[in-house]
């Protein structure tokens, strides 16, 4: 089957890194393209270097309604018989732009629902209104976690075209030397033997990583075998209040902003704790690739890990979100042996992104794509 793959924007987040997992790791049966509706970023830059044609739909805002017309006229000249979409907008979009071009097969993934958010929006009755209009245009609904497979039912979405299906993880991808972690360090002007607290994502409200520039401060006051550093890995509007908090309490040159990166394994390699404050998250993909990169980690927020066994993840803790919990729990990892790393627990092998592709690709059997219209000529015969 030939698939496109519909996407609001390619920088480097969660959902866009995972769509191209998704890509490398499906079976040649189905093959596949994407279009980006606006800002084609880095995760667009290697899905080309891994041989995926990425078409860049230049739109230009949210009522930009241009984009369907070009978006139709693509799916119809491409000989796509489904398409996938991924995040709100390009839901709307994708899925009206794939009943213009009379394709029938449409899934759509949802990344990041709340009860009463959207991708860090409000979910006000207007913005659920459409959504659930769009929704009905659609096939199927993937929801990656079952804590999003509850507010889908909760917003009104029928189980029946909800399919769980929860994100993955390329696993050997994070088994790395150390000597990567300290070439790493060396780039980013990080002590050999800090002890380097790591946050990986959007920097957004959500993500709450203001609570770990407050830990770095009260570290920093406190004596300790390692000097702490905190290392922060993404972009977003919220980098200048970051900057500008951590100058308040005096550790500005203690925090690395690395901006949005691709190698995000690299970075994770020079880390000595992954810490995930946010929260509310719809999968908590960051916590996995921190346990596979061997490291502590410290999340407040995971449904990946809360729909498995304890013993699924030895190496991870969830903390409540009092800034003084996150102080006390890094604290303690401070005063742990430098550079330990820690064996690939049983949750990563279970989100295993090979096993996740298969699944997904099993649901493009089934729908099949749709059967092609009998010409008028031939019902009058």
């Known amino acids: 089957m030939k698939v496109l793959h519909?996407?609001?924007?390619?920088?480097?987040?969660?959902?866009?890194?995972?769509?191209?997992?998704l890509l490398k790791h499906l079976p040649e049966r189905h093959s596949c393209e994407v279009a980006v509706l606006t800002n084609p970023g880095t995760v667009a830059a290697a899905l080309r270097a891994d041989g995926f044609t990425v078409h860049d739909l230049a739109m230009r805002g949210n009522?930009?309604?241009?984009?369907?017309?070009?978006?139709?006229?693509?799916?119809?000249?491409?000989?796509?018989?489904?398409?996938?979409t991924h995040l709100y907008r390009a839901g709307l979009y994708g899925r009206l732009a794939a009943r213009?071009?009379?394709?029938?097969?449409?899934?759509?993934?949802?990344?990041?629902?709340?009860?009463?958010?959207?991708?860090?929006?409000?979910?006000?009755?207007?913005?659920?209104?459409?959504?659930?209009?769009?929704e009905r245009l659609g096939t199927v609904t993937v929801a990656v976690s079952g804590q999003v497979a509850t507010t889908l039912a909760d917003w009104g979405v029928p189980a029946h075209r909800v399919h769980l299906l929860?994100?993955?993880?390329?696993?050997?991808r994070y088994l790395l030397p150390p000597q990567v972690g300290q070439a790493v360090r060396a780039e980013l002007g990080l002590?050999?033997?800090?002890?380097?607290?790591?946050?990986?994502?959007?920097?957004?409200p959500g993500k709450r990583f203001g609570v770990l520039v407050d830990a770095l401060a009260a570290l920093c006051d406190r004596p300790g075998p390692r000097d702490p550093w905190l290392l922060?890995?993404?972009?977003?509007?919220?980098?200048?209040?970051?900057?500008?908090?951590?100058?308040?309490?005096?550790?500005?040159?203690?925090?690395?902003?690395?901006?949005?990166?691709?190698?995000?394994?690299?970075?994770?390699?020079?880390?000595?704790?992954?810490?995930?404050?946010?929260?509310?998250?719809?999968?908590?993909?960051?916590?996995?690739?921190?346990?596979?990169?061997?490291?502590?980690?410290?999340?407040?927020?995971?449904?990946a890990l809360e729909s498995l066994p304890p013993d699924a993840a030895p190496g991870a803790r969830r903390l409540p979100a009092e800034a003084a919990a996150w102080t006390r729990a890094l604290e303690e990892l401070r005063a742990g042996p430098p550079g330990a790393r820690l064996p690939q627990p049983p949750a990563v092998g279970h989100y295993d992104i090979?096993?996740?592709a298969a699944a997904l690709a099993e649901l493009y059997d089934r729908l099949g794509p749709a059967p092609a219209p009998v010409p008028a000529a031939a019902l009058r015969r």
Request: hydrophobic residues 50%; charged residues 20%.
């Open 354 to 356: 090979a096993r996740i």
């Open 232 to 303: 922060l890995v993404g972009a977003g509007p919220e980098r200048e209040a970051l900057a500008a908090l951590a100058a308040r309490l005096g550790v500005a040159d203690r925090v690395r902003f690395t901006g949005e990166r691709d190698d995000v394994p690299e970075l994770l390699a020079a880390m000595d704790v992954l810490a995930a404050p946010s929260a509310e998250e719809t999968f908590g993909l960051t916590v996995l690739e921190g346990l596979a990169a061997g490291l502590p980690v410290r999340y407040t927020a995971c449904p």
């Open 100 to 134: 213009l071009a009379g394709v029938r097969p449409v899934v759509a993934t949802e990344h990041s629902l709340h009860p009463g958010v959207i991708e860090g929006r409000p979910a006000t009755r207007g913005v659920r209104a459409l959504y659930l209009a769009a």
């Open 166 to 172: 929860p994100n993955g993880i390329e696993a050997r």
């Open 6 to 21: 519909v996407v609001t924007g390619l920088a480097s987040g969660g959902a866009e890194r995972q769509l191209h997992l």
């Open 191 to 204: 002590p050999a033997r800090a002890f380097v607290v790591g946050g990986v994502g959007r920097l957004v």
């Open 63 to 84: 009522r930009d309604v241009a984009v369907l017309p070009r978006l139709a006229r693509l799916i119809r000249a491409g000989g796509h018989q489904a398409v996938h």
